[in-house]
């Protein structure tokens, strides 16, 4: 079955630290997408990072890197030198080819930054 | 930019009433999808639609319905609002294609049912 894992609910980070939020996939599809959402407070989805099952490198889109490890299939979500404005939710997910184009949502990880 | 937006951000409704939540996004997206949010559940998807008139259902969909007259439109109908409907409602679109297209999100429905 297709799944998306996010096995942390909760996490802390110092300001200024790098923290790694884990997220794990299943799929026997070869082609998808995976992604890292915000979602702050005031409710609103923010795209922050894609990693397609093809690319060879790692993305990276400022502070935010992706470590795509496919034969493990996780896909975490690595932020550096924490802001406290990164405090949110962080939701990774999935989209399949073969599935409607439709998104596989994690559980979320709260983030909390402390000063 | 993508502009995704929903008809309320706030809404409450008593048990029993035919509520309607719209959805209406500006980029000729395919794809429009309604999932809702609740604590330690995640996003759960309840409809989605990849054309004028098409319509899948999610993972969710009892006690749902949904209509797109439009391409741009999209409906999210409680035929007869329950309190454990209560939840905020968030609609998505895409672009259909590649699995790389990302989704873009409105800012969110807040729905209490009394």
């Known amino acids: 079955a297709q799944k998306i894992t996010q096995t942390q609910p909760g996490m802390f980070v110092q300001e200024k630290e790098a923290v790694t939020l884990d997220c794990t996939y299943d799929t026997s599809d070869p082609s998808y997408g995976l992604f890292w959402y915000k979602q702050p407070s005031s409710g609103e989805m923010i795209f922050l990072i894609y990693q397609g099952s093809y690319d060879q490198q790692n993305a990276t889109e400022g502070r935010y890197s992706l470590n795509f490890q496919k034969a493990r299939k996780s896909a975490n979500l690595v932020i550096s030198a924490s802001q406290l404005g990164d405090s949110a939710m962080y939701f990774c997910?999935?989209?399949?080819?073969?599935?409607?184009?439709?998104?596989?949502f994690g559980k979320g990880t709260r983030l909390l930054v402390k000063p | 930019d993508v502009k995704v937006t929903q008809s309320s951000r706030y809404l409450v409704k008593r048990t029993g009433e035919k509520v309607f939540l719209e959805c209406v996004q500006d980029m000729d997206h395919e794809n429009m999808f309604w999932y809702r949010q609740d604590p330690g559940l995640g996003l759960r998807l309840i409809y989605f639609?990849?054309?004028?008139?098409?319509?899948e259902k999610g993972d969710i969909p009892e006690g749902y319905s949904v209509s797109r007259e439009k391409k741009e439109r999209f409906s999210l109908i409680l035929e007869s609002a329950s309190t454990n409907q209560t939840s905020m409602y968030l609609c998505?679109?895409?672009?259909?294609?590649?699995?790389?297209?990302?989704?873009?999100f409105g800012p969110g429905t807040r729905l209490t049912v009394t």
């Open positions: 639609s990849y054309d004028v008139k098409m319509k």
């Open positions: 997910a999935m989209r399949l080819e073969g599935q409607g184009f439709s998104f596989i």
């Open positions: 998505a679109s895409s672009p259909s294609g590649q699995s790389s297209y990302e989704q873009y």
